[in-house]
């Protein structure tokens, strides 16, 4: 099976730019979500989604805003880039699967997209 | 509003010795609770979770964890600590299909 790929590894950008990652989930996964780990710090859940709709945010801004695609691959985009966006950005994927509720909780997570901000 | 902690920051151990890696959840009826480490430039892998019945529970790598509801606890055990289990490592808590809630982690040192 393959794992869960994000792109690009690392990217630099200015104040006030846009930005999108991309995130493959794992096959057989249908549930992706989106972490932000600052420095030091463990991750952040920003949004998940499933079936193409978010379903359930974190405390960020509308700024930041994410797609699932009917493969279950996903964006994240996050507007008006401020400093404190400096983050590994971290997509997750899982099954979220009605005879095993849980299922949803187990996820498995790439390798991350460094953003540095300057 | 969910909340782990994991009190210890950074801990150094012997390789060889035995290991054991505090966390501390917040109530919840039916907690979901993991274990994950993280490996510099690597992503974070799963080591072991627990959703109902034994209370201890095995995971990869030889660590295992034991669910204490009565203290809110889920401390992550190992009995002989090798050179490639230096990483940080992270408690995990979710209480629905939507959110995970992680602490702010434990970085492992192994001495030789």
């Known amino acids: 099976e393959t794992g869960v790929t994000q792109s690009p590894t690392h990217l630099i950008k200015t104040r006030g730019q846009q930005v999108t990652l991309r995130c493959s989930s794992q096959s057989g996964h249908n549930t992706v979500s989106w972490y932000q780990q600052a420095l030091g710090q463990g991750p952040q859940f920003i949004f998940q989604?499933?079936?193409?709709?978010?379903?359930g945010r974190g405390n960020f801004p509308p700024r930041f805003s994410g797609l699932q695609f009917p493969n279950y691959s996903s964006e994240l985009n996050v507007n008006a880039l401020e400093l404190d966006d400096s983050a590994l950005y971290l997509c997750?994927?899982?099954?979220?699967?009605?005879?095993?509720?849980?299922?949803?909780?187990?996820?498995?997570f790439g390798a991350g997209s460094r953003l540095t901000v300057l | 509003a969910q909340s782990v902690t994991q009190p210890d920051i950074h801990i150094t151990v012997s390789e060889g010795a035995s290991l054991e890696l505090r966390c501390n959840y917040s109530y919840g009826a039916t907690p979901y609770l993991f274990w994950y480490v993280q490996s510099p430039g690597q992503g974070l892998q799963l080591l072991l979770k627990?959703?109902?019945?034994?209370?201890l529970v095995q995971g990869i790598k030889g660590f295992e964890a034991e669910f204490k509801r009565s203290q809110s606890s889920f401390n992550l055990r190992k009995p002989s600590v090798h050179w490639s289990d230096a990483a940080e490592y992270f408690c995990v808590q979710n209480t629905n299909a939507g959110k995970s809630t992680f602490g702010d982690g434990t970085t492992l040192t192994v001495k030789p």
């Open positions: 989604y499933y079936r193409e709709e978010e379903n």
């Open positions: 997750a994927s899982s099954d979220r699967n009605r005879d095993f509720p849980g299922g949803a909780n187990v996820l498995t």
């Open positions: 627990y959703f109902s019945g034994d209370t």
